[in-house]
């Protein structure tokens, strides 16, 4: 069994900042990919940053240069600090990991059960 938990999150002002993260937990043989997603009220799940096994990097627009995102392949954590956050940026933020588990014969993607970011004064 593989498990993504989640911490981090809450309410923030605008321009202010937080972090997030994401630990994957269970018979894991490897992790490729790892990222974050969000989703606001009405609106479509989407990415905000993923990271690859070697550090590669990819942001949507919306949030470059506010946002980083890293992680820690020997605890298999990923983060995403988040600064300057502005309203636009509540909502539900997801862990996404593409993992090779134990009895699997390759990758699959697992979810975090979300966190709930609100940016508001």
């Known amino acids: 069994q593989v498990q993504l938990v989640e911490s981090g999150g809450g309410l923030v002002q605008p321009g202010g900042s937080l972090g997030l993260s994401c630990a994957a937990a269970?018979?894991?043989?490897?992790?490729?990919?790892m990222g974050w997603y969000r989703q606001a009220p009405g609106k479509q799940r989407e990415l905000v940053a993923s990271i690859t096994s070697g550090g590669s990097t990819n942001y949507a627009d919306s949030v470059k240069g506010r946002f980083t995102i890293s992680r820690d392949n020997a605890k298999n954590r990923v983060y995403l600090q988040m600064n300057s956050l502005k309203p636009e940026d509540t909502a539900v933020y997801y862990c996404?990991?593409?993992?090779?588990?134990?009895?699997?014969?390759?990758?699959?993607?697992?979810w975090g059960q979300g966190t709930q970011v609100t940016v508001s004064s």
């Open positions: 269970g018979s894991i043989n490897s992790i490729n990919t």
């Open positions: 996404n990991a593409n993992i090779w588990a134990h009895g699997f014969l390759g990758y699959n993607d697992y």
